[in-house]
């Protein structure tokens, strides 16, 4: 991994911040992305780059983008890995729903942003997905849950989204990989805006009890990170403990894929 450029957004905390330590300790030049301060804190303390952003504001994404190819003429892999539950439908100040734009449309912005460098790179990009997706349902004349929110279902639609998008970039982007994992249930703050009893049971000790710390979550991340495409995985799979696994079928239809692909872009470009 020496000399490997390896960005990894929501990099801060929890899976982001294991898989960034890890990554360093293997020789890997690493940025990672965040919206406090503890990400810089973060950052000198494992030696990594940081920058800033707050995937809520489509400008924060825009900037990381041109400061990121500023930085770096070459990107070797991309970890979008930003991403959580939202209790309350919330519109953010973009116009789009927030679920959809975190845990999706953002990081769909920046990796189409990053296209050149990334092709340039021969890069892989590594989606955070989640088995939450099979509760998602996509609906194109309702993307953004205008007409029906939950909270899970928002969350299990876009967490089959990022599935879609990885499996999609390989078509779409020359010489670039795409591929999609879950992480396990982990204990981190990915259910800081959710409904009071997550957030409860997310925070107790018997809640934690049924799951895995930051380390092992980030396992699969790392592994897909540091092997080789096309022997040690898949491009366009779905990976859950190193192990390729079944999507739900909405998540394996690559229709929808190409579907979603242009109504996302169309959204970032208006």
């Known amino acids: 991994m020496n000399g490997s450029v390896i960005v990894i957004t929501g990099g801060s905390s929890g899976i982001g911040a294991a898989a960034a330590r890890a990554l360093r300790k293997s020789g890997a030049t690493v940025a990672i992305t965040g919206r406090s301060a503890e990400t810089a804190r973060l950052a000198q303390e494992i030696g990594c780059d940081s920058f800033l952003a707050d995937f809520t504001k489509l400008g924060d994404v825009r900037r990381l983008a041109a400061e990121l190819i500023a930085s770096y003429p070459r990107i070797d892999v991309l970890a979008n890995n930003v991403g959580g539950i939202i209790h309350q439908r919330q519109v953010t100040e973009d116009g789009h729903e927030k679920t959809f734009q975190v ?5 769909f912005l920046l990796t189409l942003l990053l296209r050149e460098t990334l092709e340039t790179s021969g890069a ?3 989606n955070t997905s989640s088995g939450a997706h099979h509760m998602g ?3 194109f004349d309702d993307l953004e849950s205008d007409r029906r929110y939950g909270a899970w279902r928002a969350y299990g639609t876009a967490k089959m989204m990022n599935i879609l998008h990885a499996a999609e ?3 779409r982007f020359s010489g670039v990989r795409g591929v999609s994992l879950h992480p396990g249930v982990v204990t981190t703050g990915f259910a800081r805006e959710g409904s009071a009893p997550l957030r409860f049971w ?3 000790p018997l809640g934690r009890l049924f799951m ?3 380390d092992k979550g980030a396992d699969t991340l790392v592994w897909l990170a540091t092997s080789r495409p096309g022997a040690d995985w898949q491009p366009g799979e779905y990976y859950v403990k190193r192990k390729s696994a ?8 690559m229709d929808l894929a190409r579907r979603l692909w242009d109504a996302s872009e169309a959204l970032v470009r208006r």
């Open 124 to 126: 892989t990009v590594i």
């Open 103 to 107: 845990n999706h449309l953002a990081p």
């Open 246 to 253: 079944r999507k739900s079928h909405q998540a394996g239809d």
């Open 212 to 214: 895995i710390g930051p």
């Open 137 to 139: 349902r996509l609906d």
């Open 202 to 204: 997310y925070g107790t």
């Open 169 to 171: 970039i390989n078509r």
